[in-house]
């Protein structure tokens, strides 16, 4: 039915790449259950059209936890009352930097 592929290791990785498979669009629709229990399981699908790589098939990384927002963090701070104008704030900053 499929042909496995040899790969290469890639330069600097330590853990070897997924198996992989190239399957043409017939064989892919007619397979497809199982097509995706093996992607599923962590081999690689390379689907081709006309000898072409057109779509790869591959696992659903996990998610991690999704963030929590800390809803303190996130009140509105007090607002301190204006004593000077900003502009006199601003050229007060620029001359500090002389």
């Known amino acids: 039915m499929a042909t496995a592929v040899k790969r290469r290791p890639a330069r ?19 397979h497809f259950s199982e097509m995706v229990r093996a992607a599923a399981a962590g081999t690689e699908i390379i689907v081709t059209s006309h ?4 779509v790869r098939l591959v696992p659903v990384q996990p998610q991690g936890r999704p963030f929590k927002v800390n ?3 996130l009140a509105v701070p007090p607002v301190r009352p204006v004593t000077r104008p900003a502009e006199e704030l ?3 900053d620029r001359d500090a930097r002389d």
């Open 12 to 30: 600097g990785r330590s853990s070897p790449a997924p198996p992989s498979r190239r399957v043409t669009v017939r064989e892919a629709k007619a």
């Open 51 to 54: 000898g072409e790589p057109r």
């Open 71 to 73: 809803r303190r963090l």
């Open 90 to 92: 601003i050229r007060e």
